[in-house]
């Protein structure tokens, strides 16, 4: 798991001077205002809000004004028209958007509830299971307090983890899992500005890159009904084979004084998730890594065939694109520091081999048929050779596919 320092700390508190009346009141209402609302489940979701918008603050965030909005609009309009040739699947856009950094926090909230909670349980029970049982009922209802501790300690470090998050993807559907409202295809124009001049090209075809991207994303997730389950549960089910290591829990909390923010600060939480190493959890991690290699290496084949003959910077941002997935950035060393899972497709460049091949023999319908059934995909040892793959699956009816059923739906 990456060494990545994500500690908590009250939004906007420094520590205080005890000598100071005013700054300890200031203080101790914050502390009171943690510990008052904790919430309906294992995450104190309010005061990861807080504590990602108080980063964001301090970073900056900057306005989407009208000139980018239409430039996202007409980015993202430009991209549709130019997958239609390249892709049997419609387009997924019911809406075109331009997110500031917290509205993207806002929009994929749901998505990391979903994500998160179940693991953020566990800490939470573990946590509780500190207090020895002949003192749970001395402790009566200040035990709630324990509970309540645990989810704004997860509360904080997601916060923080998502203030660093918003300041760096580009759109919805960037990290490669359904994150936004299902229709709704959504660029980060501050970011993508900031991308594209760490690249040195213009900006303008950055923006239709990414835009093209997303078109892709939403094209994929909103005509394959049992793709967003599928990739979700994927990401649910290795995390469910996670635990947690209580001697962690307990030494990290030795450390924490509730009345010392220094103490909150230098809390962290990498090394208490450890992931199980069993052949089950073997297994989900695999089915995960292929999921998401194949997501995205079809989103960088349709892109690349799209833009090939119309945007003169491609090779160089679809080279650009599949290191930064490849590689991981931030967006995958957050999510592996918080619960042990690295969102990267390691198999990318075979996965877009894969494509290609069977792009060449079947053609584009039968390529994104294959998309109809989860038993028709390849699996990670077709990586290893996407020519017979492909040769074989040519000789598929599309009218079999009838015989596997309809395939998962999503919930």
């Known amino acids: 798991m990456p060494d990545i320092p994500f500690g908590f700390s009250l939004p906007g508190a420094q520590p205080p001077d005890p ?13 009171q205002q943690m ?4 919430g309906s489940g294992p995450v104190n979701w309010d005061l990861a809000r807080q504590v990602a918008a108080s980063q964001l603050s301090a970073t900056g965030d900057p306005a989407v ?11 993202l309009r430009l991209a549709d028209l ?29 998505v990391w509830k979903k994500l998160c909670e179940p693991i953020a349980g566990r800490m939470v029970g573990a946590m509780g299971d500190l207090v020895p049982e002949e003192a749970r009922a001395q402790l009566g209802p200040m035990q709630s307090m324990v509970a309540t501790l645990g989810g704004a300690l997860f509360g904080g470090q997601l916060g923080q983890a998502f203030g660093q998050l918003a300041a760096e993807v580009l759109s919805a559907g960037d990290i490669g899992l359904p994150l936004g409202p299902a229709g709704t295809a959504a660029l980060v124009p ?4 900031a991308y594209g001049s760490g690249l040195e090209l213009p900006e303008d075809q950055v923006r239709l890159y990414v835009a093209l991207r997303e078109a892709a994303h939403q094209r994929l997730f909103g005509h394959v009904p049992w793709l967003r389950a599928h990739v979700l549960n994927a990401v649910e089910t290795y995390a469910n084979g996670i635990t947690v290591n209580r001697e962690a829990i307990e030494e990290a909390m030795s450390r924490v004084d509730p009345t010392d923010p220094e103490s909150m600060q230098a809390m962290a939480l990498e090394g208490i998730f450890t992931p199980e190493d069993t052949p089950q959890q073997k297994a989900g991690l695999a089915r995960l890594e292929t999921a998401l290699a194949l997501v995205e290496g079809w989103v960088g084949h349709v892109v690349d065939a799209a833009a090939a003959d119309r945007l003169p910077s491609v090779a160089a941002l679809g080279e650009a694109f599949r290191r930064r997935r490849a590689a991981g950035g931030p967006a995958e060393q ?41 038993d028709l995909l390849p699996t990670d040892e077709d990586f290893a050779d996407p020519g017979a793959f492909a040769r074989n699956r040519s000789d598929w009816d599309i009218s079999e596919l009838d015989n596997l059923g309809e395939g998962p739906t999503e919930d």
């Open 82 to 110: 130019w997958l239609d040739p390249v892709c049997a699947l419609p387009s997924g856009i019911q809406k075109s958007v331009a997110w500031n950094r917290n509205e993207w926090i806002y929009n994929t909230l749901d």
């Open 334 to 374: 957050t999510f592996a520091a918080l619960v042990g899972l690295e969102l990267r497709p390691r198999r990318l460049r075979e996965a877009g081999a894969l494509w290609t091949a069977v792009a060449e023999h079947r053609g584009t319908a039968g390529r994104d048929a294959l998309w109809d059934h989860p």
């Open 19 to 31: 000598s100071d009346p005013q700054q300890m009141q200031q203080f101790m209402a914050q502390l």
């Open 35 to 38: 510990f008052a609302a904790p």
């Open 65 to 75: 004004n009208i000139l980018e909005r239409h430039q996202v609009e007409e980015a």
């Open 190 to 193: 501050s970011n993508i500005k």
